[in-house]
């Protein structure tokens, strides 16, 4: 006999799942972008920022490989080695790019204005911490004491090439915060990302997903660097990057995490009228 299950009830909030770089530390997201630069550099192949910022939010080999896609950069690659661009030369690229990240990831581990306030309030509040990042284990394992120094401590840590299963846009970092913290409802956790594929994460795992977009890649400039250009330009550059997060489906959209207390209290609220993401 078919049976209807009795409702659960509005989920209350459990827990927000975070990105590292340009989200929780690196203003600016400036550690990856820099290195690819760098190591594209070392096989004589120009690219700049601009381009090494678009697959931003990937596992980094499936970042090097979109790289090569492009088609300015195929063209170059064509043209200093007579073929196109192959796995192998992806495998060859991270492989020059890891001890790159590992060596200069410290260099850029200062935690975002109000980073370590916020996870201590989110606690405070009764709420687990996961955190996901792009970044391989290796380069994590030198960041994530760096940032423990500086009071960033989230509960549990996956990195982009640790799941069989892949990384962003997938679900599946998320998700699997949401095994290792013991969630319950996939509805009653929020993603703060500042990239597209980190937003399309939280929204393919079922989650809230809020979008950082001053001190994240989008806008892609250092505090400093910020601070010194006009107001109106600065705005214009935060309006583009807001854009860009909506636009790929956040929920809400933040300057730096910093803000991310009020939009737990909104989210909170739509959870209680028994809304879900």
């Not at 209350?12 to 290195?35: C, H, K, N, Y």
Request: aromatic letters at 6%; proline letters at 6%.
């Amino acid at each position: 006999m078919n049976t209807v299950p009795a409702s659960r009830g509005c989920p209350t909030l459990q827990a927000v799942i975070f990105d590292w770089a340009g989200t929780l530390v690196d203003f600016g997201s400036l550690a990856p972008t820099q290195i690819f630069v760098d190591a594209f550099k070392s096989f004589d192949i120009e690219i700049s920022l601009a381009q090494a910022r678009g697959p931003m939010g990937l596992s980094k080999w499936q970042h090097i490989r979109l790289l090569l896609d492009e088609p300015a950069i195929a063209a170059q690659w064509q043209a200093r080695t007579g073929r196109a661009p192959a796995d192998s030369d992806v495998d060859a690229l991270y492989e020059r790019f890891m001890p790159m990240q590992i060596a200069k990831v410290g260099q850029y581990s200062q935690p975002i204005d109000g980073a370590a306030q916020v996870l201590a309030w989110l606690r405070g509040q009764g709420l687990k911490i996961g955190s996901c990042s792009g970044y391989p284990r290796q380069v994590l394992d030198v960041l994530l004491p760096l940032a423990a120094a500086a009071g960033i401590r989230p509960d549990h840590v996956v990195a982009g090439d640790e799941l069989a299963a892949g990384g962003r846009p997938g679900p599946y970092m998320a998700l699997a915060n949401v095994l290792a913290l013991r969630i319950d409802d996939v509805a009653a956790c929020v993603k703060v990302d500042d990239t597209v594929p980190g937003i399309e994460e939280g929204l393919r795992a079922g989650m809230w997903s809020v979008g950082v977009s001053l001190s994240g890649n989008e806008v892609g400039l250092t505090r400093s660097e910020l601070d010194s250009l006009p107001t109106a330009e600065a705005n214009a550059l935060n309006r583009q990057a807001q854009d860009r997060l909506r636009q790929a489906g956040a929920h809400y959209v933040i300057d730096t995490v910093a803000a991310l207390p009020e939009v737990v209290a909104h989210i909170r609220a739509r959870l209680a009228r028994g809304e879900r993401p």
